[in-house]
């Protein structure tokens, strides 16, 4: 844009009848009329927006940065420095309708961050959040008055209260909506740390609308005494008004709305007016329309009308109209304005002050309530996220003739680089392992016996549910060892703002499902509790994780270390057919389940579900199971027996275990020469040879506590190579309900040669994936487990000398036969319920 149009004393004729051209054909050119050219201005808009959106995304950069850089570079300082471009495409006289459209799209998006902003979370945050975002404003706040002297030398007009005001709020405010971004991102949104960071932004954010109402209250320059004051009580009567007769109206639509159903178009079209009265009575009484609309949100209760506002206007709202205001505060910013050494020097100072300023006043608290060092810098600088408020505050500002084009230029300069070095700093500064203190149990074989059995079991459907339950409770949950059991509820992100995570209280009655997805994870959890309530010594904890596939995993691995899980449970990512084939559910499962396994802190199962549990009830409503183990040997198959065994010794379980030898005719390694136990002679212990070693001394063991057992069936087949394993296996498989085998991830054995050659599923291993294939004659389910291999410290206290050691806890329990059978949970979900 060139100088002459950045002028305020510029006088614009509008033509009132020059809205849609006739056409190029007769001789009009569209870009001399408003509708065409503001089309061309959109779509410019967006598409540079995306681009960038798309240049910056392996940076991890949030989308405001893109929005903002897009204006700026359509703006005066880098293509409006082309005078053709700027006039042809950003005249002076197309601003105003730029201007309308980009503060309607503000308003509703003000609306939606209302919506979703829960006060309720104010309430239950407690001193620490309050004091971390009243500390992390102070100082900045103090900055921002040492420096406004610096640039009031050219804004004489203006009241150096007022401009104070303005540079304090701009410095010390939290972006809220873009700090939730930030987080979801950088996977803290559910951390201790998130939510203390989110607590204090929503704190921090409505500090910073009051102060902004009073900021624009006092912009009024001629009339500052008694105007004010009208202002300030009218817009608390405002306040009053939406809290004590538009939230029981709202109330009222919602009860009128029957359970199950949306709420009709009727009540939405309302709604959406009410959004445009509110912000045109606030701009009538002096202060800023967005205020109105974010009121207006915020008295809009959490839930499915909620949702439904959330879902019909996020994409439209977001994706088309709020970039048209970043990037006209982006085509107001001209760098230009920042001239001479002295600028940038104040410009580098402000930023490098207004930063430490609040990582140093987050830091203070955060040490006084005993937190990590590391976690009250990350929180310092987390809280320096800048965006939408403070893009209104400058906006407003400048609008207000508080600001000129260089305090402008600058203040946005600062709100790009402190939003835009969060994410990297914050990825190198903080990392997540630190979150936890590391734990011991993350095995089925060191779990203690007399101690709960934590496990977190994974659904994506509601067809998951009925074999997870039964395998749950076929795993004897009693009272020396109870179960608990985590529910999480896997949800694909389409269309939100950020990945989530929920976690489920008690659901209140009577609160119908807004969405599909909500009836799905309603009817998990009401499965859940309901198997809670019916079998003993279970305790249950519903959650839901709603972020992309891609990124899943690292939710399931987040969960299940804060959780101290020993046993995370997958379903596979195949379903039985009627005609007892297997067919994709869905391909991104199975990439969920591999990086699962790759990632996980803990041991794993994959459940190839062929009905478990579904036919198999006696006599009472007691279960009848008949369970086979396959060992051949390493740490996957004994956590898998451990497991097998548990399961065991319910009085409703038989179990067989089928352990596989090494035949005479397999070429064992030669020994000729070597005296055994001889000092004199150096050996080495190779990996294959101490696994053997673990495996017959666990194998010993188990066969020493078994001895009186009659529910369970020991027997050792001889096999030469991996068919004649496979022989064995086919010979019981129609038997058994379940079998229970180990991947064998890193071990290779001459039993399951050529077994992986044609392997389909190189995740369950090769004996896994050979009894979930289609062509497997069997209508068992599989349980493939996969044993945790500690890659840290926190296992620096196993000898690898005793490898009888790692297994002890578990050993020191044998199956309790006689224990008196548990209630089990009656068939309400039944298996149609898919």
């Known amino acids: 844009?060139?100088?002459?149009?950045?002028?305020?004393?510029?006088?614009?004729?509008?033509?009132?009848?020059?809205?849609?051209?006739?056409?190029?054909?007769?001789?009009?050119?569209?870009?001399?009329?408003?509708?065409?050219?503001?089309?061309?201005?959109?779509?410019?808009?967006?598409?540079?927006?995306?681009?960038?959106?798309?240049?910056?995304?392996?940076?991890?950069?949030?989308?405001?940065?893109?929005?903002?850089?897009?204006?700026?570079?359509?703006?005066?300082?880098?293509?409006?420095?082309?005078?053709?471009?700027?006039?042809?495409?950003?005249?002076?006289?197309?601003?105003?309708?730029?201007?309308?459209?980009?503060?309607?799209?503000?308003?509703?998006?003000?609306?939606?961050?209302?919506?979703?902003?829960?006060?309720?979370?104010?309430?239950?945050?407690?001193?620490?959040?309050?004091?971390?975002?009243?500390?992390?404003?102070?100082?900045?706040?103090?900055?921002?008055?040492?420096?406004?002297?610096?640039?009031?030398?050219?804004?004489?007009f203006v009241k150096q209260g007022t401009f104070i005001l303005f540079l304090g709020v701009a410095l010390s405010v939290t972006a809220f909506p873009v700090l939730a971004r930030i987080l979801a991102e950088l996977k803290l949104i559910n951390t201790e740390l998130g939510r203390i960071a989110m607590s204090s932004a929503l704190i921090n954010d409505m500090c910073a609308w009051i102060l902004l109402a009073v900021a624009i209250a006092l912009a009024e320059n001629e009339r500052v005494n008694l105007t004010t004051v009208w202002v300030i009580l009218s817009s608390a009567g405002f306040i009053l008004v939406c809290i004590f007769v538009v939230r029981p109206l709202i109330f009222w639509v919602i009860q009128k709305t029957p359970e199950g159903e949306s709420v009709s178009e009727f009540y939405i079209c309302l709604i959406l007016t009410g959004v445009m009265i509110s912000g045109f009575i606030t701009d009538a009484i002096g202060t800023h329309s967005v205020f109105g609309a974010f009121i207006f949100g915020l008295v809009i209760p959490n839930g499915p009308l909620g949702v439904t506002l959330i879902e019909r206007l996020e994409d439209f709202v977001s994706g088309l109209l709020l970039p048209l205001f970043f990037a006209l505060s982006g085509l107001k910013t001209s760098i230009g304005a920042i001239n001479g050494a002295d600028t940038w020097g104040i410009l580098a100072l402000v930023i490098i002050l207004a930063c430490a300023g609040k990582v140093a006043g987050t830091l203070l608290v955060a040490l006084l309530y005993q937190m990590p060092f590391y976690d009250g810098v990350t929180l310092g600088l987390l809280m320096n996220t800048k965006g939408l408020v403070e893009m209104i505050v400058l906006n407003v500002g400048k609008d207000q003739k508080v600001l000129d084009d260089k305090s402008f230029a600058i203040m946005v300069v600062v709100a790009l680089v402190m939003t835009a070095v969060i994410t990297p700093v914050v990825t190198i500064i903080y990392k997540p392992?630190?979150?936890?203190?590391?734990?011991?149990?993350?095995?089925?074989?060191?779990?203690?016996?007399?101690?709960?059995?934590?496990?977190?079991?994974?659904?994506?459907?509601?067809r998951n549910v009925p074999t997870i339950i039964n395998l749950l409770e076929a795993s004897n949950p009693n009272q020396k060892s109870p179960l608990s059991v985590h529910v999480l509820h896997l949800v694909e992100l389409t269309g939100r703002a950020s990945a989530m995570l929920i976690v489920h209280n008690s659901r209140k009655s009577g609160r119908p499902a807004a969405n599909r997805t909500q009836a799905q994870s309603d009817h998990i959890i009401n499965a859940f509790e309901n198997f809670e309530q019916h079998a003993g010594y279970v305790s249950v904890q519903p959650l839901t994780a709603i972020s992309p596939y891609?990124?899943?995993?690292?939710?399931?691995?987040?969960?299940?270390?804060?959780?101290?899980?020993?046993?995370?449970?997958?379903?596979?990512?195949?379903?039985?057919?009627?005609?007892g084939g297997m067919e994709v559910t869905n391909p991104a499962y199975r990439i969920i389940n591999q990086n699962v396994l790759a990632n996980s802190p803990c041991s794993v199962g994959i459940l190839v579900d062929r009905g478990f549990g579904g036919a198999t009830r006696i006599a009472g409503n007691q279960i009848s199971h008949s369970l086979?183990?396959?060992?051949?040997?390493?740490?996957?198959?004994?956590?898998?027996?451990?497991?097998?065994?548990?399961?065991?010794?319910?009085?409703?379980?038989?179990?067989?275990?089928?352990?596989?030898?090494?035949?005479?005719?397999?070429?064992?390694?030669?020994?000729?020469g070597r005296v055994e136990n001889d000092p004199r002679i150096l050996t080495v212990v190779t990996d294959s040879d101490r696994e053997k070693q673990e495996d017959d001394e666990f194998i010993h063991q188990f066969r020493t506590l078994?001895?009186?057992?009659?529910?369970?069936?020991?027997?050792?087949?001889?096999?030469?190579?991996g068919e004649e394993t496979v022989g064995a296996i086919r010979s019981v498989g129609d038997v058994h309900d379940l079998f229970i085998v180990g991947r064998g991830q890193g071990t290779s054995s001459p039993l399951t040669a050529g077994l992986t050659d044609w392997s389909e599923c190189p995740e369950l291993g090769a004996i896994g994936d050979l009894l979930a294939s289609s062509d497997f004659a069997a209508t068992a389910s599989v349980l493939v487990i996969q044993q945790y291999v500690s890659t840290g410290l926190e296992d620096f206290n196993l000898s690898p000398d005793s490898p009888g050691h790692h297994h002890e806890a578990f050993m020191n329990c044998t199956p309790n036969t006689n224990q008196r059978p548990s209630p089990s949970p009656r068939a309400t979900y039944m298996q149609n319920s898919q």
């Not at 005078?83 to 309308?100: C, D, G, H, K, W």
């Not at 995993?553 to 009627?578: G, M, N, R, W, Y």
């Not at 060992?631 to 275990?657: C, K, N, Q, Y």
């Not at 001895?707 to 030469?720: G, L």
């Open 1 to 156: 844009m060139p100088p002459h149009n950045v002028s305020q004393d510029t006088i614009v004729c509008y033509a009132p009848l020059m809205i849609t051209s006739h056409g190029i054909w007769q001789g009009d050119n569209p870009l001399d009329y408003s509708l065409p050219l503001f089309v061309l201005q959109l779509s410019l808009v967006v598409v540079t927006t995306r681009i960038l959106v798309f240049l910056l995304k392996p940076f991890r950069q949030p989308r405001v940065i893109s929005e903002i850089l897009g204006g700026v570079i359509l703006g005066p300082s880098v293509m409006g420095r082309f005078s053709i471009f700027a006039n042809a495409i950003f005249p002076l006289r197309s601003v105003m309708i730029l201007e309308t459209m980009a503060n309607i799209g503000l308003l509703y998006f003000l609306f939606l961050v209302g919506v979703e902003m829960d006060i309720a979370v104010i309430r239950r945050t407690g001193r620490k959040a309050i004091l971390i975002a009243i500390a992390g404003m102070i100082l900045p706040f103090l900055i921002g008055i040492s420096f406004s002297f610096l640039l009031h030398r050219g804004t004489q």
């Open 433 to 462: 392992t630190r979150r936890f203190a590391p734990y011991k149990r993350r095995t089925i074989l060191k779990t203690k016996p007399d101690s709960d059995f934590r496990t977190l079991v994974c659904i994506h459907t509601p």
């Open 550 to 579: 891609s990124t899943m995993h690292e939710d399931i691995c987040s969960v299940a270390e804060d959780k101290h899980v020993a046993f995370i449970i997958l379903p596979f990512h195949k379903q039985q057919t009627v005609d």
């Open 628 to 672: 086979a183990a396959v060992f051949i040997g390493g740490p996957d198959d004994r956590e898998a027996l451990a497991f097998a065994w548990r399961m065991s010794s319910h009085p409703g379980s038989t179990l067989t275990v089928m352990r596989f030898v090494a035949g005479t005719d397999i070429e064992q390694p030669s020994t000729s």
């Open 706 to 721: 078994i001895e009186n057992e009659e529910s369970i069936v020991y027997t050792e087949t001889v096999a030469n190579n």
